[in-house]
């Protein structure tokens, strides 16, 4: 009886130890995948919106839009060393910090700029006469940098009372702050980054909905699809992580709700990190200019790239032949080369099959030089 009630008693601690293990386990790979995929894909973004497409109110969200949430997977592989050693701090105070700064104001600033782009599409739909004639790329600029300016403001809060906190010889990076402080900040973070952009995406995109009535059954359909595929991204992605800070604070004195708050905070807390993933896919690569411009990218490197290994391989194989009838010959290569340069590539062109290959090659990739030139 003895052993069998301390086995039931171990059991429950041992099982938790287990998933939490597992799910930490989970939750590395979650964040590796968000970190490759969020910075690689943002990073393309940033390149094609501002190299590569003209400036526009839409190409200025977009930009700034790629530009928090690079910023905000870039960062995270702090967080994937930190939980790789089961949440332990090695970079001291001043990056634990810098770190909690940089994704809080990359998170403000991402969903306000989702809030923008929501307002900014309705309006231009709604109102057609004003935004023609008030939607600039200058004020779309200078919203983007109040957008920054609010997020920052919002975001010093919680740089402030973060700091390392030591338990038993391990330092975390946590916060110094009572539970009504904590309780406070919160509801802030709830309705800043929450309610308030939540209500005016949901509103914009069911007035944009009501706008398609006029198109037809298929484009509405489709249009239909991508308003539901946002609105949905944005609930499921960040609710999960507010509703987990609430029971945070609850479970300081119940040790049931602890047991919770350990097993789920990471998983909570990767979904509004796949935000960032998933922002450049909704958003970015379902307009269609910009894949046009990133295909044209596309193809420009390639062809550059196989423009150039043929040149030299060319260019190899006529060094070889020329030098092959210079030994037979010295006085015919003597004869060519007192000639005029233009006289002697001519000649070359035409005794040559691969001489005249390379000037189509060359003159194929001055052509797609041209063409990109062009965009």
Same mark, same amino acid.
């Given at each position: 009886?003895?052993?069998?009630?301390?086995?039931s008693a171990e059991n429950?601690?041992s099982g938790l130890e287990?998933?939490?293990r597992?799910?930490?386990t989970?939750?590395i790979?979650?964040y =590796?995948?968000i970190f490759?995929?969020?910075?690689?894909g943002?990073?393309?973004?940033?390149?094609?919106?501002?190299?590569?497409m $003209? +400036?526009?109110v839409?190409?200025?969200w %977009?930009?700034?839009?790629a530009?928090?949430?690079?910023?905000?997977? @870039?960062f995270?592989?702090l967080?994937i060393?930190?939980?790789?050693q089961s949440?332990?701090?090695?970079f001291?105070?001043?990056?634990?910090q810098?770190?909690?700064?940089?994704?809080?104001?990359?998170m403000f600033?991402?969903i306000?700029?989702l809030?923008?782009?929501s307002?900014?599409?309705c309006?231009?739909?709604?109102v057609v006469v004003w935004a023609?004639? $008030?939607?600039?790329? =200058? +004020?779309?600029?200078?919203i983007?940098v109040?957008?920054w300016?609010i997020?920052?403001?919002c975001?010093?809060?919680?740089a402030?009372?973060?700091?390392?906190?030591?338990n038993?010889g391990?330092h975390? =990076?946590?916060?110094?702050?009572?539970?009504?402080?904590?309780?406070s900040?919160?509801?802030f973070r709830?309705?800043m980054?929450?309610?308030?952009?939540f209500l005016?995406?949901?509103v914009?995109?069911v007035?944009?909905d009501?706008r398609?009535m006029?198109?037809?059954?298929?484009?509405r359909?489709r249009?239909?699809r991508?308003?539901?595929?946002i609105?949905?991204e944005f609930?499921?992605?960040w609710l999960?992580?507010?509703?987990f800070?609430?029971?945070?604070?609850?479970a300081a004195?119940?040790?049931?709700?602890?047991t919770?708050?350990?097993i789920m905070g990471?998983?909570?807390v990767?979904?509004?990190f796949q935000?960032?993933?998933?922002?450049p896919?909704?958003?970015? %690569?379902m307009?269609e200019e910009?894949?046009?411009?990133l295909?044209?990218?596309?193809c420009?490197?390639?062809?550059?790239?196989? @423009?150039e290994?043929?040149?030299?391989?060319?260019?190899t194989r006529?060094m070889?032949t020329?030098s092959?009838a210079?030994?037979?010959?010295?006085?015919a =290569?003597?004869?060519?080369y007192s $000639?005029?340069?233009s006289?002697? +590539?001519?000649?070359r062109?035409?005794?040559?099959?691969d @001489?005249?290959?390379?000037?189509?090659?060359?003159g194929?990739?001055?052509?797609?030089?041209?063409?990109?030139g062009?965009l």
């Amino acid at each position: 009886m003895g052993s069998g009630n301390i086995s039931s008693a171990e059991n429950p601690s041992s099982g938790l130890e287990a998933a939490s293990r597992h799910i930490q386990t989970a939750s590395i790979v979650i964040y =590796c995948v968000i970190f490759i995929v969020g910075t690689l894909g943002n990073a393309l973004v940033i390149y094609v919106t501002g190299f590569k497409m $003209k +400036k526009t109110v839409e190409t200025v969200w %977009f930009l700034n839009l790629a530009i928090t949430d690079f910023l905000f997977t @870039a960062f995270l592989i702090l967080s994937i060393i930190s939980l790789s050693q089961s949440h332990q701090w090695p970079f001291g105070q001043f990056i634990c910090q810098l770190n909690t700064f940089v994704s809080v104001v990359n998170m403000f600033a991402s969903i306000f700029t989702l809030t923008a782009m929501s307002l900014d599409r309705c309006l231009s739909i709604w109102v057609v006469v004003w935004a023609h004639n $008030k939607r600039t790329v =200058c +004020k779309a600029r200078l919203i983007c940098v109040g957008i920054w300016m609010i997020a920052a403001v919002c975001s010093t809060p919680y740089a402030t009372f973060r700091t390392l906190v030591e338990n038993h010889g391990a330092h975390y =990076c946590g916060y110094s702050m009572t539970p009504e402080q904590k309780w406070s900040l919160h509801i802030f973070r709830f309705l800043m980054g929450f309610v308030i952009p939540f209500l005016v995406i949901f509103v914009s995109y069911v007035a944009i909905d009501l706008r398609t009535m006029r198109m037809s059954k298929t484009r509405r359909q489709r249009s239909r699809r991508i308003i539901f595929s946002i609105i949905f991204e944005f609930f499921f992605c960040w609710l999960p992580l507010h509703v987990f800070n609430f029971i945070e604070i609850k479970a300081a004195n119940n040790p049931d709700l602890w047991t919770i708050v350990r097993i789920m905070g990471s998983l909570t807390v990767s979904l509004a990190f796949q935000n960032s993933c998933l922002n450049p896919i909704l958003y970015v %690569f379902m307009c269609e200019e910009f894949m046009k411009k990133l295909r044209q990218s596309i193809c420009f490197v390639l062809e550059s790239a196989l @423009a150039e290994d043929h040149v030299s391989f060319l260019s190899t194989r006529s060094m070889s032949t020329f030098s092959s009838a210079a030994q037979k010959s010295d006085a015919a =290569c003597q004869e060519i080369y007192s $000639k005029d340069t233009s006289s002697a +590539k001519s000649l070359r062109v035409e005794t040559h099959t691969d @001489a005249v290959f390379f000037t189509c090659i060359q003159g194929r990739s001055q052509n797609a030089h041209t063409r990109v030139g062009a965009l």
